[in-house]
């Protein structure tokens, strides 16, 4: 009896690690929407706006789902009360502290964190065509993970219950 409570432990315990992973995936999509959204509120706030970084800050802390919302919170407060660190070294610490808690891959996460470096051009017109190629690439990247998430999250499925199959095999 306690074998069998045993095995069938391992196994709910196989097959939760792995809907924990496919929630993970689906989590990682979430979030490059969100940034696809927020890059593009970005690039339409140089572009017709023509509001500075700071005030896009503002409003994106507004607009924003966690946990992008609180980054850019940060880095609005930031800027507004220290004039001898620029604005692309709060950026950088801010996305990279914001980065930590979000479900996305180094690539993924390297768009928004080196997003300054696209606006040091001097007309909105060429930031915004900048920002575009950044968002660009995100959306082809979140193509890619969408068409490619229902055969991962099928594999993982199926890879946790031959995991707790096999630790089971492996126990008796």
């Known amino acids: 009896m ?14 939760g690690w792995g809907g924990n992973k496919i929630r993970d995936e689906k989590r990682r999509i979430r979030n490059m929407q969100e940034l696809i959204r927020i890059i593009r509120r970005i690039q339409n706030e140089i572009d017709y706006g023509k509001h500075t970084l700071p ?3 503002l409003i994106l ?3 924003s789902r966690e946990p992008f919302r609180e980054c850019f919170k940060s880095i609005y407060e930031r800027t507004g009360r220290q004039d001898d660190v620029c604005l692309e070294q709060i950026w950088m610490q801010e996305t990279i502290r914001c980065m930590q ?11 928004l964190i080196n997003l300054p470096q696209n ?3 001097q007309e909105g017109k060429h ?3 900048s920002i575009g190629q950044s968002m660009d690439l995100l959306i082809r990247k979140c193509r890619q993970a969408e068409e490619a998430y229902e055969n991962k999250a099928r594999m993982i499925f199926s890879l946790s219950i031959l995991t707790g199959v096999f630790l089971v095999i492996l126990l008796l």
Not at 4 to 13: E, T, Y
């Open 2 to 15: 306690l074998k069998a409570a045993g095995c069938l432990c391992i196994l709910v315990g196989c097959i």
């Open 55 to 57: 005030e896009i800050c």
């Open 61 to 63: 802390s507004e607009y």
């Open 101 to 111: 808690t979000a479900y996305l891959q180094d690539e993924e996460q390297e768009i």
């Open 119 to 121: 606006l040091g051009l």
């Open 127 to 129: 930031q915004a065509e």
